[in-house]
């Protein structure tokens, strides 16, 4: 079997700890594993795969003598900025979790259960999707194909852990008094209708990046979508009110028999038994759960969903993994151990 070289870039992070988390489990084909960091982190020792990794320091020269096929980033947009087109020219796949690529017409976004077909143009860099996004379009790209979605309305309820440690910290902080480090305002015991920052229009980029990537994922820039996004005091997992607005008509039964045959969602909605998904349902898996579907009587051929998903796992790490596979599966990797 053919096996590859493999970077995790930002390995010491909240998502970079998460991509190990994620290839321990799913075992893809690498023969070997490049654990890369800032200089600070740069020496340090990582038990990963069995055995110990040492903290690569990220710059240029310490990338070109290891043949890379594949490289996981989630170190920031502006680290991506900088070493994505390094890794890229010597003919490494990367594969990005922050925002730096993802409005660029000549980067795949991919979420492989929408679109994995996109992976094939890449020009050795894809994309990964806002967290909040991924877990959406999961659930709506099936309904999309049968029934022609014409307009979505996204509330979201996202966890602290979206924010990254600091976020999490405040949390977890704001519970024994301690006042906020990373959010304006104390996060325990309230909800801040505001995550990143506020545009000229009035939304907030986090908004506006899920306007921007439904349209690119589903390749339809006609869609009419809005948003309002909310930062809530939980740890993992992102809840998402979605109403939705079809050109054909549809019932409940429709929809839900749709969903429980889609790829990547699991349908908990039993209502008289109390059953719907939650965040600490979802947590520590890699499957989006959809609840609560009901007709939205206020126009013609309206559904009302609940959608939560780990926003660590399947909304970050489980999802560049994922396109990881995929592009192997479709021989969009260049083998660079064999050349």
């Known amino acids: 079997m053919q096996k590859f070289n493999v970077a995790v870039v930002g390995a010491t992070g909240m998502v970079g700890n998460k991509f190990l988390e994620v290839l321990t489990e799913r075992k893809l084909p690498v023969e070997n594993y490049y654990l890369f960091a800032s200089a600070k982190s740069a020496g340090k020792t990582i038990d ?29 947009g502006d680290v991506s ?29 991919v979420v492989p259960e929408c679109n994995e077909e996109d992976i094939k143009w ?37 966890a602290v852990s979206g924010a990254g440690v600091k976020g999490f910290n405040d949390l977890k902080g704001g519970i024994c008094g301690e006042a906020p480090q990373k959010f304006p305002y104390p996060i ?9 920052v506020f545009l000229d229009n009035g939304y ?8 921007f990537e439904t349209k690119k994922i589903f390749n339809d820039w006609d869609l009419k979508v809005t948003a309002t996004c909310v930062r809530v005091p939980v740890y993992y997992g992102h809840s998402e009110s979605i109403n939705v607005e079809f050109e054909k008509p549809c019932s409940v039964e429709e929809v839900t028999e749709v969903l429980k045959n889609a790829r990547g969602v699991v349908v908990v909605d039993d209502p008289k038994n109390l059953a719907y998904p939650m965040p ?3 947590e520590n898996k890699d499957e989006v759960f ?21 926003n660590i796992r399947k909304g970050a790490a489980t999802n560049a993994v994922q396109i990881a596979e995929a592009a192997i599966k479709l021989g969009a990797v260049k083998d660079q151990l064999n050349k």
């Open 122 to 158: 890449h020009k050795n860099i894809i994309a990964n999707p806002n967290c909040s996004t991924i877990q959406a379009v999961v659930a709506l790209k099936p309904l999309h194909d049968k029934f022609k979605i014409k307009r979505i309305i996204y509330s979201t309820y996202q």
């Open 290 to 310: 959809v609840g609560r579907i009901r007709k939205d009587d206020t126009v013609e051929n309206g559904i009302n969903l609940w959608v939560v998903a780990d």
């Open 48 to 76: 990963f795969m069995g055995k110990p990794h040492t903290v690569i320091e990220l710059k240029e020269e310490n990338i070109l003598d290891k043949k890379i096929d594949i490289a996981l980033f989630s170190a920031g």
């Open 188 to 196: 325990f015991g309230n909800c801040l209708p505001h995550i990143d």
């Open 204 to 211: 907030t980029r986090e908004e506006d990046k899920m306007i």
């Open 280 to 282: 600490i349902y979802a």
């Open 81 to 109: 900025k900088a070493f994505a087109p390094v890794f890229a020219k010597h003919g490494t796949l990367v594969i990005d979790n922050s925002n730096a690529w993802r409005r660029d017409p000549s980067v795949p976004l």
